[in-house]
């Protein structure tokens, strides 16, 4: 079982990563509108350049999403006071979407956006809050099974 966990954390940790990894990535890149990004389908160039500060809230979801999921598989989130894991979580999430734009200092085409950082955490605590209605959700449905 212990082995299963640490599997299981393991893979999450790796997600977390690789997300983290995108969100440096499109915040950093040097043409903001995504044009240049010939890999992606052309709805989502079309989306992201029409709702401009919405698109940084996407990544950010699956980023609180994914927190919370390695919360709850931490030993001690079973023991410690959830609230300090909760805002363990929005710290994390506080502090990625600030070294995001704050990187955006450095590249002579991009500028920040405190709306990107409002987005941006405003997406991770929406994360947060569709893995607490999913736990909500199986816990109930599991109690009438």
Excluded at 115 to 143: A, E, R, W
Aim: hydrophobic content about 50%; proline content about 3%; aromatic content about 16%.
């Amino acid at each position: 079982m212990k082995i299963k966990n640490v599997r299981r954390k393991s893979i999450v940790i790796v997600f977390l990563l690789v997300c983290t990894g995108i969100i440096f990535y499109y915040s950093w890149i040097h043409n903001p509108g995504l044009e240049t990004e010939t890999y992606l389908p052309l709805w989502i160039r079309k989306w992201s350049n029409e709702y401009y500060n919405l698109r940084t809230a996407v990544p950010f979801v699956v980023l609180g999403f994914l927190l919370e999921v390695w919360q709850r598989l931490s030993n001690a989130a079973a023991t410690a006071n959830r609230c300090a894991f909760r805002l363990k979580t929005i710290l994390i999430i506080v502090v990625v979407v600030c070294l995001a734009e704050g990187g955006q200092f450095f590249i002579a085409t991009r500028q920040p956006d405190f709306m990107d950082v409002f987005f941006g955490i405003s997406g991770g605590i929406f994360g947060c809050l569709v893995y607490h209605v999913i736990q909500k959700t199986n816990f109930l449905f599991s109690k009438n099974a």
